[in-house]
Nanobody, 125 residues
């Protein structure tokens, strides 16, 4: 089992920045592709960004490409989401997720194995 705990959410004004963190604990000896997802009020959860175990491969939703950056530090078992130029429509609960992989450079956006409980990001206008 892997436990994921997100942090870094909060209230920010439009145009501001936040950095979310997701710390993994438990069975961290395996390789994991990591991803960030979000769920806005009244909407379904959607994909935001993904990163391979190696960190060399990343994928972004069209809506955040160029504005958000995903990264990871395997020595700290932590994945990050740097969010810049935030807009009110970015308001959501942000979740990190992990998927066991045997491929260092692959990322996944579906069928994730583990999920965190989420951190709320609120962007005011």
């Amino acid at each position: 089992q892997v436990q994921l705990v997100e942090s870094g959410g909060g209230l920010v004004q439009a145009g501001g920045s936040l950095r979310l963190s997701c710390a993994a604990s438990g069975r961290t000896g395996s390789m994991y592709s990591m991803g960030w997802f979000r769920q806005a009020p009244g909407k379904e959860r959607e994909f935001v960004a993904a990163i391979s175990w190696s960190g060399r491969s990343t994928l972004y939703a069209d809506s955040v490409r160029g504005r958000f950056t995903i990264s990871r530090d395997n020595a700290k078992n932590t994945v990050y989401l740097e969010m810049n130029s935030l807009k009110p429509e970015h308001t959501a609960v942000y979740y990190c997720a992990a998927k066991i992989t045997y491929l260092r450079d692959s990322y996944y956006v579906n069928n994730m194995d583990y999920w965190g409980k989420g951190t709320l990001v609120t962007v005011s206008s």
